[in-house]
């Protein structure tokens, strides 16, 4: 309850300090919104040139990418960590948050988290909807259960990995750190891994699980068999990456000295 009260209470100032600048409000659900049209719009350039794409239709893979929205939407309002290094390590932020009652990672997650980027989540359902439709794609009684855990799930993917990217700050003073190569590797995983070379699909599957975020849980609702075992291990790679990131962390908090003079 504790945890659940101070949520709230962070939800509530952060929703305050954005309407208090509504214009910049509306202009940044537009931008993300614009941003996600533009991967789209990629796809169906590409698809201009070829009707299949690796045994992948247009609609299949415009799937995919609807779903990727969704975890990576919910990864993106809980774990904004990408100037954790910047804010909390070089300007000593981090010192106050240890000063704080609740777990660090949580309030760092708490001070950074933006709901406005759950926008995408709702672009996602769309994307899905429409592709979904077009490929008259059926559903059980228990899908939406299973959509969830797998949401979910690819958000702890995202979270994990992130967290322990993070966590290094805690060992070095520069300012970016790997993130942005990060970021560029994430990109491959929107995509179906069976496009890419066996390098890039071991990558995106067991060091950097991208794919398990996109590709591999939108199979379950495509109804591809072949790639039914990694659709139903994708809440087991959530959890474990998550896992390990909250380790990376904690680990790299009990080496912190402090930001000093």
């Not at 409000?25 to 009707?51: A, K, P, Y």
């Not at 893979?61 to 910047?86: H, K, M, R």
């Not at 966590?167 to 300012?175: L, P, Q, V």
Request: proline fraction near 3%.
């Amino acid at each position: 309850m504790f945890y659940l009260s101070l949520f709230w209470d962070y939800l509530k100032q952060y929703f305050k300090m954005r309407f208090a600048y509504r214009m910049d409000f509306v202009n940044g659900i537009l931008s993300d919104f614009v941003f996600q049209l533009t991967n789209l719009i990629f796809i169906l350039v590409v698809f201009q040139h070829t009707s299949l794409l690796k045994g992948w239709s247009k609609d299949e893979i415009i799937f995919i990418y609807g779903f990727f929205l969704v975890p990576y939407a919910v990864f993106s309002t809980f774990f904004n960590l990408w100037e954790f290094q910047e804010k909390y390590i070089i300007k000593g932020e981090m010192d106050r948050i240890l000063t704080r009652p609740a777990h660090n990672l949580f309030q760092v997650m708490l001070e950074t988290m933006d709901p406005q980027s759950l926008v995408g989540a709702a672009t996602g359902l769309i994307i899905m909807t429409y592709s979904g439709i077009q490929l008259g794609l059926d559903f059980s009684w228990y899908d939406p259960i299973v959509f969830v855990l797998l949401v979910i799930s690819g958000a702890l993917v995202y979270g994990g990995v992130y967290t322990g990217i993070a966590a290094i700050g805690f060992f070095t003073d520069s300012k970016t750190g790997i993130s942005p190569m990060i970021y560029n590797v994430q990109n491959y995983g929107r995509y179906p891994v069976n496009i890419y070379n066996k390098a890039i699909r071991f990558l995106l599957t067991w060091i950097l699980p991208f794919a398990f975020v996109g590709v591999y849980p939108a199979a379950y609702f495509l109804k591809r068999q072949e790639y039914y075992f990694y659709s139903m291990l994708t809440p087991v790679i959530g959890v474990v990456f998550f896992a390990l990131g909250v380790m990376a962390w904690n680990y790299g908090v009990k080496n912190y000295k402090g930001a000093g003079s």
